[in-house]
């Protein structure tokens, strides 16, 4: 069985200072893992995705992600906090399992301070 | 620069009433989906076709139902709306995964229904 877990539904920063959002993942095979954002009103979009080649995977907006298969864990990451930032995340999983199943983590909704 | 297109924004409709909800992409992807998403539960899988005419269920098909009649139109159901169903509908639509991993999800901008 799968599942994915993100620690934090809600996470507070100032403008300019690291962000860190946590997902922790199960998954019985080798999973593809993604990061979305979700700004107000609008629908999903990819911010990055691992599929088994470099464990550190670099996407748009400056957001990087490392999978630690040791640990089960995906951690997105921002050096610096722009205000524009704020917007709910969701790691996901897709297994390969004779058909593709994909698993949604709750959210992390990220509040930037000015 | 739209992708995937679903045609109502907002809707308002009454107990018992038939809705249909309308999802159309122009990027010719075999995959298409219906996702419920409400607070603290993520997005959950209402049904998904993998073809024209072609349905299969998700985690969450009760009271639903959907139609693919063309590659590029996927359209969500509700035969009888309940209050229960007031939520955010998403669509999705995605190339047929590969054997290196899942392909991109491509969302649309998302059906708010509320059921009175």
């Known amino acids: 069985a799968q599942s994915v877990t993100q620690l934090d539904s809600h996470v507070s920063v100032s403008e300019g200072t690291p962000v860190l959002l946590r997902c922790n993942y199960s998954s019985s095979y080798s999973p593809s893992l993604f990061w979305y954002v979700q700004h107000p009103n609008k629908g999903l979009q990819l911010l990055l995705k691992?599929?088994?080649?470099?464990?550190l995977v670099k996407g748009i907006n400056g957001f990087e992600a490392e999978f630690k298969k040791s640990e089960t864990s995906f951690h997105l990451t921002k050096p610096s906090a722009h205000m524009s930032d704020a917007a709910e995340y969701f790691c996901?999983?897709?297994?390969?399992?004779?058909?593709?199943?994909?698993?949604f983590g709750a959210g992390t909704r990220l509040f930037v301070k000015a | 620069d739209v992708k995937v297109t679903q045609s109502s924004r907002y809707l308002v409709k009454r107990t018992g009433e038939k809705v249909f909800l309308e999802c159309v992409q122009d990027m010719d992807h075999e995959n298409m989906f219906w996702y419920r998403q409400d607070p603290g539960l993520g997005l959950r899988l209402i049904y998904f076709s993998y073809d024209v005419k072609m349905k299969e269920k998700g985690d969450i098909p009760e009271g639903y139902s959907v139609s693919r009649e063309k590659k590029e139109r996927f359209s969500l159901i509700l035969e009888s709306a309940s209050t229960n169903q007031t939520s955010m509908y998403l669509c999705a639509s995605s190339l047929r995964g590969t054997v290196s991993g899942a392909n991109v999800l491509t969302f649309g901008a998302g059906s708010r229904l509320t059921v009175l």
């Open positions: 691992y599929t088994s080649a470099a464990t």
């Open positions: 996901v999983v897709t297994t390969n399992t004779g058909g593709f199943k994909t698993i």
